[in-house]
C-alpha cells in the first residue's frame, strides 16, 4: 500500500496518517479482531482493502504510539492457528 493521501468526495484532503488513525479505531471498536476490523472497513469504505494493507495502516498507527512493540511484532507476524 502507497502512502498516499486521498481526496474526499467533498474535494478535501485525508492524510495517510489519518486513515491509519481510522484503522486503528476500527480496530479497537471491534475487539482487536483483524478480521472483524477488516470487513468493517470494507464495508464502510465500499472496497476490498487487503487483511495485509490493512495492517500495514494498524502497524503504522501503533508505531506512532509508545508501548505497543509486542502488539505491532504480533500483527507483522501472526503466529500459525493451533487448534
Same mark, same amino acid.
Request: charged share 25%; net charge negative.
Given at each position: 500500500m502507497s502512502k498516499q493521501s486521498i481526496t474526499t468526495t467533498?474535494?478535501?484532503t485525508f492524510t495517510y496518517e489519518q486513515s491509519a488513525? !481510522?484503522?486503528? /479505531?476500527i480496530w479497537h471498536r471491534f475487539g482487536e479482531d483483524i478480521d472483524g476490523a477488516v470487513a468493517a472497513w470494507n464495508r464502510m469504505l465500499q472496497?476490498?482493502?487487503s487483511r495485509k494493507d490493512f495492517t500495514?495502516? !494498524?502497524?503504522? /498507527?501503533l508505531s506512532r504510539l509508545p508501548?505497543?512493540?509486542?502488539?505491532?511484532?504480533?500483527?507483522q507476524n501472526p503466529k500459525p492457528f493451533s487448534a
Open positions: 467533498s474535494g478535501k488513525d !481510522l484503522a486503528m /479505531a472496497n476490498n482493502t500495514g495502516l !494498524l502497524v503504522d /498507527a508501548g505497543n512493540e509486542e502488539v505491532r511484532e504480533s500483527l
